[in-house]
């Protein structure tokens, strides 16, 4: 069964320090990977999506994450933080287009002026 | 744009009530997704359905049902509410068989069950 694990569910950072998100996935067959945002009140945006091209993907808002077999890690990066990237950020797996996703339970970015 | 549009952003039920969440996509999608958001929990699956008329359960179907008639539309129903159905309801789709299994999402219902 696919399973995804976001460490951290509240991460702070300083604004214009890096943006650092933990996602660990667990998958039986090459998946699918995603990162979403949701902003207060509203649904979810996608960031980025690694679907076995790239291992290197980047994303909207100056976001990307790096594809890490090995690691089995799909860990989402921003050199620095603005005051607007503060939100909520999901990681989610699957291993086609016809399964549905599975998320992580989320990661809550706070950024400090 | 591609958009999917939730009927209704807050709502205030009581317990017992029947309760209807409505759906609706502009993007000619087969896939479409209940999930609920609870804090702490992340996103759970109540049901999906892969066409018209098609329906499957998800993780957490229990006290809910779903009806698919027409395929722009995905109404997620609660027969008998409950306190513990009070959540965010996030209606999702996406075209079947596509190669990255991305998700459209609405903005959300928000759910008090009193």
């Known amino acids: 069964a696919q399973s995804v694990t976001q460490l951290g569910s509240h991460v702070s950072v300083s604004e214009g320090a890096l943006v650092l998100l933990r996602c660990n996935y667990s998958s039986s067959v090459p998946p699918y990977l995603f990162w979403y945002v949701q902003y207060p009140n509203q649904g979810l945006q996608l960031l980025l999506k690694y679907t076995s091209a790239a291992t290197l993907v980047k994303g909207i808002n100056g976001f990307e994450a790096e594809f890490k077999k090995s690691e089995t890690s799909f860990h989402l990066t921003k050199p620095s933080a603005h005051m607007s990237d503060a939100a909520e950020y999901f990681c989610a797996v699957t291993y086609s287009g016809n399964t549905p996703l599975v998320f992580g339970k989320g990661t809550r970015l706070s950024v400090i002026a | 744009d591609v958009k999917v549009t939730q009927s209704s952003r807050y709502l205030v039920k009581r317990t017992g009530e029947k309760v209807f969440l409505e759906c609706v996509q502009d993007m000619d999608h087969e896939n479409m997704f209940w999930y609920r958001q609870d804090p702490g929990l992340g996103l759970r699956l109540i049901y999906f359905s892969y066409d018209v008329k098609m329906k499957e359960k998800g993780d957490i179907p229990e006290g809910y049902s779903v009806s698919r008639e027409k395929k722009e539309r995905f109404s997620l129903i609660l027969e008998s509410a409950s306190t513990n159905q009070t959540s965010m309801y996030l209606c999702?789709?996406?075209?079947?068989?596509?190669?990255?299994?991305?998700?459209?999402f609405g903005e959300g219902s928000r759910l008090t069950v009193l």
């Open positions: 999702a789709s996406r075209k079947s068989g596509g190669n990255t299994g991305e998700l459209f």
